[in-house]
T-cell receptor
Framework: ETGVTQTPRHLVMGMTNKKSLKCEQH?????MYWYKQSAKKPLELMFV???????ENNSVPSRFSPECPNSSHLFLHLHTLQPEDSALYLC????????????FGSGTRLTVV | AQKITQTQPGMFVQEKEAVTLDCTYD???????LFWYKQPSSGEMIFLIY??????QNATEGRYSLNFQKARKSANLVISASQLGDSAMYFC?????????????FGKGTLLTVNP
């Protein structure tokens, strides 16, 4: 596999469920990111991990819990979500210190019912 | 204040014609990078082109070119010879130095429709 892989591609969950989104990068990058993309809004940066350490949390509600066990894997654990959390969740990776931007995964389209 | 402004929510272009997507940015950094991404309906963000703030020449990648006007703080994307497959959302983004991270900030995007 190459690039950034996100699973699942689609997820429907109830407000009382607990689920996890997974992201894996095969690029040897040292930073990973979660973004939220809602309809008609710019992409919102949620979390940043550098070398497995969380370096940014953009005031994200605690019902979203990230986990980065190693520099290749990133998870987003979800619990007791609200309907307004329905969105496309994009994972990205990058090599900090280089000129390059991010490589994105295909995203997980989440619907909270 | 918005850091990246894309003033065109939607654009239409005829197949084989050129189209320009506008982007202006706001930063006090001297060193920054500007990016354009394409997002088809499948959702994946596809990197198209990059321009560094110190690059003197406009970036080009195949049919994509970036019209970089530093004094005006604009970084417009030009797509030449449009194809039906170019129909997608296009996002302008800027990388600034934020601590140890290189944060990427995105505009709201422009939906491009290529008509046959």
């Amino acid at each position: 596999e190459t690039g950034v892989t996100q699973t699942p591609r689609h997820l429907v969950m109830g407000m009382t469920n607990k689920k996890s989104l997974k992201c894996e990068q095969h690029l040897g990058h040292n930073a990973m990111y979660w973004y939220k993309q809602s309809a008609k809004k710019p992409l919102e940066l949620m979390f940043v991990y550098n070398f497995k350490e969380q370096t940014e949390n953009n005031s994200v509600p605690s019902r979203f819990s990230p986990e980065c066990p190693n520099s290749s894997h990133l998870f987003l654990h979800l619990h007791t979500l609200q309907p307004e959390d329905s969105a496309l969740y994009l994972c990205a990776s990058s090599q900090v210190g280089t000129e390059y931007g991010y490589t994105f995964g295909s995203g997980t389209r989440l619907t909270v019912v | 204040a918005q850091k990246i402004t894309q003033t065109q929510p939607g654009m239409f272009v005829q197949e084989k014609e050129a189209v320009t997507l506008d982007c202006t940015y706001d930063t006090s950094d001297q060193s920054y990078g500007l990016f354009w991404y394409k997002q088809p309906s499948s959702g994946e963000m596809i990197f198209l082109i990059y321009q560094g703030s110190y690059d003197e020449q406009n970036a080009t990648e195949g049919r994509y070119s970036l019209n970089f006007q530093k004094a005006r703080k604009s970084a417009n994307l030009v797509i030449s010879a449009s194809q039906l497959g170019d129909s997608a959302m296009y996002f302008c983004a800027m990388r600034e130095r934020g601590g140890s991270n290189y944060k990427l900030t995105f505009g709201k995007g422009t939906l491009l429709t290529v008509n046959p």
